[in-house]
């Protein structure tokens, strides 16, 4: 109760000092100015309750609160408060501390597809991650997650905001925060999918859909899906979240299913799932929509990531699923 009190009473007081008519009025100044006398750390505890729009509208008000905002400091709070030590620790410090080289000559290990083509992007990608990022290699490396700050400012780009035009006049760590908040998330409809017609594997809107257009399987054979996220994504370690549904009361996917994530730099991620599997999901959901968690990927620099959905082993039409998009959540 005493912390919706406090988010109610600054929000109040947000509206009235933005609502004012006459800003530069010294009646106005000489109401507001009490609250500077707060000590920095009171303030950015209050603003802890409010959310990212609040506080740029904040920051807008008057120099005092545009001081407090925009400073490395401010946002560190912020993410230290709102994200697990493991997370908050790596992005504020560790991620940009330059690791040991160390140089292994390092054994080709093979993929682990069970569909496998050899010439393709995915499972060259795959090969390699297989090779440099398997745990006995990993270890034998000192291997760590690294990215240097330049190299971070230079290749940052976000799935669900603008990428600012003068991003080295804004706050390291608020480009951090804003990074570590966005939604990493790529449709299937923008992925190679072999088959895409009006009768096999078919792209139809969809109000429900996170990204407005779904790719639907009617019948196929041979069922592949492979694509790679927009923009190349930052080192860390992210659950992997596909978004699907039944579209009928009738669901035959015959064999195991893979589905397959893989950082160009970093630890893969091959989850199968079966015929039964996808019979209960869609048993248990109908034909809304649901996430499947299917495990995570670690990316230890700056990586293209590429996925994959394959089913090809067998001559069995497959039919009633939908997909909608692939998800990157950041975990400890």
């Known amino acids: 109760m005493a912390k919706k009190n406090i988010r109610n009473a ?28 707060l000590p920095s750390e009171l303030l950015q505890t209050i603003t802890e309750y ?34 697990p030590q493991s997370i908050s620790k790596l992005y504020t410090l560790d991620l940009f501390q330059e690791p040991e080289n160390i140089l292994t000559q390092d054994e080709v290990r093979p993929s682990g597809f ?25 270890e034998k490396r000192h291997a760590k997650m690294y990215i240097s700050k330049e190299n971070f400012l230079t290749n940052l780009q976000y799935f669900q905001y603008k990428k600012p035009k ?82 009928s009361n009738h669901v035959n996917i015959w064999g195991e299913t893979e589905f397959i994530i893989v950082p160009l730099h970093g630890k893969m991620l091959i989850h199968k799932i079966s015929e039964n599997d996808f019979q209960n999901y869609t048993l248990e959901h109908g034909t809304h929509w649901f996430s499947i968690n299917m495990g995570h990927i670690i990316i230890y620099e700056l990586s293209t990531v590429f996925m994959g959905i394959r089913n090809w082993n067998n001559g069995n039409w497959k039919t009633g699923i939908s997909w909608d998009c692939i998800e990157l959540k950041l975990i400890p």
């Open 114 to 138: 069970d569909h496998n083509r050899g010439d393709h992007e995915l499972d060259l990608a795959a090969i390699n991650s297989a090779t440099h990022y398997n745990d006995e290699t990993i």
């Open 166 to 247: 003068n991003i080295l006049e804004i706050p390291f760590m608020k480009l951090i925060y804003f990074y570590l908040i966005d939604r990493k998330r790529t449709s299937v409809v923008n992925m190679y999918v072999i088959h895409r017609n009006d009768r096999y594997l078919v792209e139809y809107n969809d109000k429900d859909s996170l990204i407005g257009r779904i790719i639907r399987l009617n019948q196929v054979c041979w069922l592949e899906i492979s694509g790679r996220f927009e923009y190349d994504i930052m080192p860390g370690k992210y659950e992997v979240i596909w978004r699907m549904k039944g579209h």
């Open 10 to 37: 600054f929000q109040s007081f947000m509206h009235w000092i933005s609502s004012s008519n006459d800003q530069s009025s010294t009646d106005n100044v000489s109401k507001v100015c009490w609250i500077f006398h």
């Open 50 to 83: 409010l959310n990212v729009r609040d506080i740029i509208s904040l920051s807008k008000t008057c120099r005092s609160f545009y001081t407090l905002i925009n400073d490395d400091n401010f946002w560190i709070h912020r993410i230290h408060c709102q994200f």
